[in-house]
Structures are given as C-alpha cells and as structure tokens.
C-alpha cells in the first residue's frame, strides 16, 4: 500500500506522523520502551499535543529481536494471533540485557542490537558483530491517519545497493521481491497473477537478516518500490509488531524464524513416492482405477500413492465425505484391494459444505458453520451451490469435521489433499470471536492443523501428511503443500519453479507442483520434460484437470522417462531422506534456491531457473521442448550425475539433453548415499547402500548419515583423504559400497574388493572400514 505522492508529499486524504526524536526511555530486564513524539520538544507547551508513538523491544530468542509500534494502545486485543514458540529453547537460552546511555538506548540479543538515538536525529539501527544491518531513519517509521477514517502503522528498513530481498510465501512472480508490491492476502488466483495460495509476512535479505511481521491479517509490502532505498510494511490498526531476525547467513535466518514459528513435521519415506491421480473433472470409477494401477505395474512403474480427487463424492455434495455409491459400490473392498498391492490412499477434501451435502442442515443446526453478523449461514454460489464454510475456531465444530475423516482412516484411507481455503470471507462471524480480517489467512492453519493432527493422532508420529494449496506463517508443521493450478505449458513449469523457491525462503521445507500442468492437457515433450523435474522435487505427483496423467496416455517414450526418473528418484532416497531430515531439524527447505547455499556468489543472487536438491545436487530442468539448457555452476569440479562427465564451475553452460537427462550436477566434496532399491520410497536405505564420492578434497572428512523411518540413524559413514589414501568407516551396517567417481582406477584397496565401474571405481565392502590408496593421477 502506497501512502506518498513522491519523495516530497503524500496522497491525498493522507496524513502521516513520523516520531521525532526519542524523548524518554525506560528500560526493563531484557527490554526497553521508547516514546516518541511526533515534533520535537522545544517547550513546555509541546507536551500538550500528540501523537507519541510508543516504541517497544523486546527478544523470544537469541538473535531475534521483537519491534513493537503502537499509536493507541487502548486498541482491543484481537484474535486469531499466529502461535508463536516464544518458550523454546532448542536453540540455546540467552537472556537479552538493555542498557541506557546519554547517547541512545540499546538492546542486545545474543550478537543483534537494536540501538535508538536519543540525539536530535531519530534514527533506529539494527546492528551485529560491528556493523549496521538496516535501520529505520527519516520518515520511516509512521502513523498514518486518511480521510476515509483509516488508520495505519508503517514501518520502513534501509535497503543497500547490493541487497535483496526473497520470500514473502509461495509467489510466482521473480524471485528476487525488491520493486515488487505484495499485498499479503490468499487468494484462489492460479499461478500466473500477483495473487498466491500462500502468503507469508516474512522476508529474508543477502544481508544477514530477515523481517517476520507478525500479523495474521493482510499485511502491504512495498519492496523497493514505494521508496527504491527501503522495504517497507504497514498494517491497518494502531499497532504493528515485527520480529528482526539476524543469521548471518540465510540458513541461519531460516533455522531461528523457524525456530520462532515452528519447523516442518517429519514425513513418512513412502510419501516420497509417486502418487498418481484420478485427476478432477475425468470419468472414473474402480475400474478407470485399476486400469490405471495395473498400467503402471505392467510398465514396471514405481507407484507408492494413488489419489481420488474431488469426485469419489457424489456431485453437489462436496462434502459429505461420503463415497458415490453410482461408481465406487465397495469402497471397503476396493481400498482393500489397493492397499493389497502396496498403494496408500489419499483422498481430496475441503473445508465447504455445499448446501445439498446432508452435513450443510446438520453443521446449520449445530451452529457449525461461518454466519453473517444478522445470524444466517455464510453461502454463495462459488465452487459448490449455496457453498458454506466451517468454522474451525469452534471446537465441537472440529470435532465434528475430523470424526468424519476418521471414519475413512477406518476404511484404509492414509492421506488427505487439503484443498481450497483462500476464499474465506471477511463478512462473517467465528465462534471464538475472531477477527474477520485477522482470521482470512489464519483461516487455513486452523484447517490443515485439524487434519494433520487427526493423521498424526491415528498413525503416529512421521507418519501424517497431507497434500495443502493453501498456507499461513506455521503452516509448514502441516506438510506437504503443492503449487496450486497451474497451466499445461513451459511458462507455467517455470512458475511454478519460482514459487517453491520463493515457499523455501518462507520457512516451507518440502513442496509439489503438478507434473504436466493442471490446466489444460501438456504435450508429450512438455510432460516428459516435467517428468524430471517433479521426480527431482521433494514430492511428485501426476496430476491434471479434465485430462487424465498416466504417461501411456502421450507416448511410450513418456513411460521410459517416467520409469527413468522414478527409479532414478527410489535409488536416491538415503539422500533425500538427510535433506528431509535438515528440513524438519533446522528449517532448512529441501529444494533450494542457489542464494541459500551460495549466498556470496553474486551470480546466484537472481537464479531461479534452478535449485539445489539438498546440500549437495543441483538441478537445471529443462524448460525447452527441443532440450536446450542454460544455467550456472558454482565454482569448483561438478560432476554430471547421471554421466560422471565432470564440469568446471564459477561459469555458465548451456546444453542440450535428451528426455531421459537433465542436468544434475554434484558439488565437489560431496559423498552422496545411494540406495539398493528402485522400486519404492520405503525400504532399508542402509542395507546394500553405495557411497558415491566426488572429488575428496586432502584433509577433508565428511559425515554422511543414513535416517531410519523412525528419525533415529540407521546407519553412518565418515569418508576423509589424506594425501592419497582415502579411508571410509561405517557404523550400523555390514553391507556397504563405494564409488570413487571419475577415479578410473587405484594402487590398492584394504576392507573390500575393487572393480571398475562405468564412472569411476567400485569397492564393495567387506567389513567396517574401507582404505583406498589412489593413484598418482586420482
């Protein structure tokens, strides 16, 4: 939201009051309270008028420190408030002190100060480890009066030349936000607009910090834009609270925001499967089903999940969470039959009764549903007739929904795809009093909580996941969200690409996005093409719209590549389970965008093309029906996974692969673990592992750890080279290989065998330890 007219006036019917200078300041035990008026004191009779704007900090943690801006402090308190873990102490207790000098007025929280000048300029400064992050100086901080009777609090934060700023929820424009507007409102709007299924109030910069404006309702950012020096936030009320979070580096950020906010669940290893759709507005019954499922086992296609969409109901009755009797007579039977052959189930839900569904007079009744202020349900005629919502904030309300869903977890069902929850009106009424405004984008972590914490509840813990479009600040507690409805086309794979990234720097740590494109039906070099890119995402599933996703449906190619690819993904799951395990332990997401893992590479700053997969691959999808490829490795000898052609980095390379490659690329030093088994998620990603390593560099160790299902290690290997010796010892597992990529041969081996291999050298273990001499060119 924009408030001035240029450098020099403001809008029309705009007014704004800018604290002056810091007139007194009290300090308290790990806090201080600064008020500030509007002019500056110059005599008794200054006092006499307002407004004073009150200044509070406040630290939940080290390195976190909380700004309060208020005007009218007799504001009712209103809910819902994000929840918070300001009691947590994972990340070590530290009590922050404050101390008052002539000068100023400083809080210090762990290596971050907040320093307030009590001089004749009023100036707040952000500082660590003897430098100033940002601040807020001349005319940035303010209290905004319109005409029109609003009333607004504004906050702005100084921007470097060569700073920038990411996040902000799963946005599919640039990556990178400075210039951008973004209003902080979900909304169901696809992928191609400035609206998002998921919006987030935070923001993290290459500048050793990032910005969490708790607020749950809608939230402006004007990044570079309103002022190209600063970024600035407002909110309509009398107060404004923001959490100034320093790392340094962006990991860092990420592990104390989420740390704040709440770190994403452990999943369970057969969600990292396939999953396989009915797809929305197709034909289908069990034998549209079956067909599907056998076709995959026919092709010697790894399949771990399959999902019924919308119409396993009976049409108009979304949601009565009742199977249609016309096409699915045995729904017992039939899901018994599935889970006979391996697959788990997912099922398509939301949280709207259309008015035909049996539970819309029942949840009326009850007092169940959102109401109008004059006391009448809250319906429209948008996705379903006479649509109405839930209301979660009631808790027999919640209860109610959530005993339906356990009925179908009796049935065999193991997952839900949390659907819609953007559209939640402001004209309505919550049980627990909740503010309209407040509760829109709050809205969708009471829904997706009460889900997943049913499954979590029934299956255990590791065990629950749901499938969410929608998302607030903590929703990444209730994994997996995917990207939401996007269109069969390249533009639409690259946006979609663009807003995980952007959902990653947002505190999410695994997320989706339909193979194909949703709208609309991809054409086969299109859907092979993303075919690598959703197996090379934390979760993939096929999916569409009125076209179904079974790869035989576009060509026999597009079955080898999904065959390629999935394997290719299975073969990878010791990997990806230590990546998952960094997600749910530091907040760290598991698809990257470059600036995370190279924040002092210039040429990452901007890359949104492509992503690190973990610490330790990186991956360029194709966006080119024709295979074409360009984008950029970090400095050091990468090696194509898939190949072992090894490549020097600090440049850029362009490419041309077929529809069974794309490049993957592996970070010098790495060691990557790579199971025994292609054929599905869940099996002993320890037994038979082989560690591939790549370019050990002289003196280095690197630990690898393989997780168990129930996140303790199942297994763990320390790989270190000194000189020409490279030495591998392994714990919690007897049956174990190495792979010495792009080292054609060596002077000897002691604890396995060796053998040559078609990237470089393999040894096959034969006890706890493995020493491998190299040879003068190794």
């Not at 910005?211 to 009398?238: L, N």
């Not at 016309?326 to 039977?333: A, E, I, K, S």
């Not at 086309?489 to 663009?498: I, K, P």
Request: hydrophobic share 35%.
């Amino acid at each position: 939201m924009k408030f001035s007219d240029g450098y020099w006036m403001m809008r029309e019917g705009v007014h704004a009051v800018y604290p002056a200078e810091a007139y007194d300041c009290v300090t308290g035990p790990g806090s201080f309270t600064v008020h500030a008026p509007g002019e500056r004191i110059r005599h008794r009779g200054d006092l006499l008028k307002g407004p004073v704007v009150t200044l509070s900090c406040a630290s939940p943690m080290p390195d976190v420190i909380g700004v309060t801006i208020t005007h009218f402090a007799g504001e009712r308190q209103l809910r819902p408030e994000f929840e918070l873990l300001t009691d947590d102490t994972s990340d070590g207790a530290s009590e922050a002190t404050a101390e008052l000098s002539d000068d100023a007025v400083t809080l210090t929280s762990g290596a971050l100060s907040v320093r307030v000048n009590r001089g004749e300029e009023w100036r707040l400064d952000f500082l660590a480890e003897g430098r100033r992050l940002t601040g807020s100086g001349f005319k940035a901080m303010a209290v905004i009066d319109t005409d029109d009777g609003g009333h607004y609090v504004r906050e702005q934060l100084d921007l470097g030349v060569d700073h920038h700023v990411y996040g902000l929820g799963e946005r599919f424009g640039p990556l990178v936000k400075n210039g951008q507007v973004v209003d902080i409102w979900n909304a169901d709007g696809g992928t191609n607009s400035e609206q998002a299924y998921k919006n987030v109030p935070f923001v993290l910069t290459n500048a050793g910090y990032g910005v969490f404006v708790d607020h749950p309702g809608r939230v402006s950012f004007e990044v570079a834009s309103e002022v190209v020096t600063r970024t600035q936030f407002s909110v309509e009320g009398q107060s404004l609270r923001y959490f100034f979070i320093y790392g340094p580096t962006p990991k860092e950020i990420l592990r104390k925001y989420t740390a704040l906010t709440g770190r994403p669940a452990r999943l369970p290893d057969w969600s990292y499967g396939l999953w396989l759709s009915t797809s929305f507005t197709t034909s289908y019954d069990e034998e549209t089903v079956s067909s599907f499922i056998d076709g995959m086992a026919e092709r010697d296609l790894p399949l771990s999940v399959f999902h019924f969409d919308c119409f396993w109901m009976r049409e108009y009755n979304w949601c009565d969470f009742e199977w249609d009797p016309r096409v699915f007579p045995d729904p017992p039977g039939m899901l018994r039959r599935l889970k006979d052959r391996g697959l788990r189930i997912c099922l398509w839900i939301n949280p709207y009764i259309g008015q035909r569904s049996p539970l819309f007079a029942e949840g009326k009744a009850r007092g169940y549903l959102l109401k109008r202020p004059n006391g009448d349900v809250w319906q429209w005629d948008k996705w379903q007739p006479g649509c109405a919502v839930v209301d979660f904030t009631n808790p027999e309300a919640r209860e109610w929904y959530v005993a339906k869903l356990d009925a179908l977890l009796d049935m065999g069902v193991d997952s839900f795809k949390t659907d819609f929850g953007e559209r939640i009106p402001t004209d309505v009424v919550y049980y627990d009093g909740s503010d309209p405004e407040r509760a829109h984008n709050y809205y969708t972590y009471l829904f997706n909580q009460a889900v997943f914490e049913l499954l979590r509840k029934r299956r255990g813990e590791g065990e629950a996941v749901v499938f969410a479009r929608s998302a607030t600040v903590g929703s990444q507690r209730f994994p997996v969200h995917w990207g939401g409805d996007c269109e069969s086309t390249f533009e639409a794979m690259g946006e979609s690409l663009r807003g995980g990234l952007s959902l990653g720097l947002s505190g999410f740590g695994y997320w989706s996005h339909d193979i194909g494109g949703f709208e609309g039906t991809p054409d086969p070099a299109l859907f092979k093409r993303w075919i690598a890119f959703g197996l090379l995402s934390s979760h993939s599933r096929l999916h569409g719209s009125h076209s179904y996703r079974v790869p035989w449906a576009f060509d026999e190619e597009s079955v080898d590549v999904l065959r390629t690819f999935t394997r290719l993904k299975m073969r990878l799951m010791p990997y990806l389970l230590g990546a998952a395990r960094q997600a749910y332990e530091d907040g760290t997401p598991m698809m990257r965008a470059m600036v995370l893992d190279f924040p002092d590479d210039p040429a990452c700053t901007h890359l949104e093309r492509q992503y690190m997969l973990g610490d330790d691959l990186l991956v360029a999808p194709v966006f080119d029906a024709g295979g074409e490829v360009r984008y950029y490795v970090p400095e050091g000898i990468w090696t194509h996974y898939l190949t072992g052609e090894r490549v020097r980095g600090g440049r850029w390379l362009r490419e041309r692969h077929g529809f069974e490659s794309v490049p993957l690329l592996v970070r010098p030093g790495a060691v990557i673990p790579e199971g025994a088994v292609a054929d599905r998620p869940d099996y002993d990603h320890a037994e038979g592992v082989t560690l591939r390593v790549y370019e050990p560099a002289d003196g280095a160790a690197v630990t690898t750890a393989i997780p168990a299902p129930d996140g303790t290690t199942a297994a763990s290997f320390t790989t270190s080279r000194n000189g020409a010796a490279v030495r591998i010892t392994a714990t919690g597992t007897a049956d174990w290989n190495v792979l010495l990529a792009g080292v054609p041969s060596v002077s000897g081996v002691s604890g396995g065998t060796a053998e040559t291999h078609e990237q470089g050298t393999l040894v096959r273990a034969t006890g706890g330890t493995v020493e491998i001499t190299l040879t003068e060119e190794g």
